[in-house]
């Protein structure tokens, strides 16, 4: 089993910034790729970020490049999102997932985190 515990969202306003972090205990951190999702209210579960074992490769959705990077501490067992140039289209609960290794899919989940973002 993985834990995943997010933490670092709140009430910004646009234009402004967020650092989310995601820290993960129970298996050995680097043989899990990571993730970012949100969730808006009356919206579909969307890919934010994705991050490789040893971060050298990073994955963003359209709507988030440019401004948003991904990026993980192996040593902390710790992934993180930095969020600048934020919109107001931000707003959602923003979750962490671990995908072993060889597995489609993500094997695990954070409760997740809100962010808002005022215009």
């Known amino acids: 089993q993985v834990q995943l515990v997010e933490s670092g969202g709140g009430l910004v306003q646009a234009g402004g910034s967020l650092r989310l972090s995601c820290a993960a205990s129970g298996r050995t951190f680097s043989n899990y790729y990571m993730g970012w999702f949100r969730q808006a209210p009356g919206k579909e579960h969307e890919f934010v970020a994705g991050?490789?074992?040893?971060?050298?490769?990073?994955y963003y959705a359209d709507s988030v490049k440019g401004r948003f990077t991904i990026s993980r501490d192996n040593a902390k067992n710790t992934v993180y999102l930095q969020m600048n140039s934020l919109k107001p289209e931000d707003t959602a609960i923003y979750y962490c997932?671990?995908?072993?290794?060889?597995?489609?899919?993500?094997?695990?989940w954070g409760r997740g985190t809100q962010v808002t973002v005022s215009s």
């Open positions: 997932a671990a995908r072993f290794r060889d597995h489609p899919r993500y094997d695990y």
């Open positions: 991050i490789s074992l040893g971060g050298g490769s990073t």
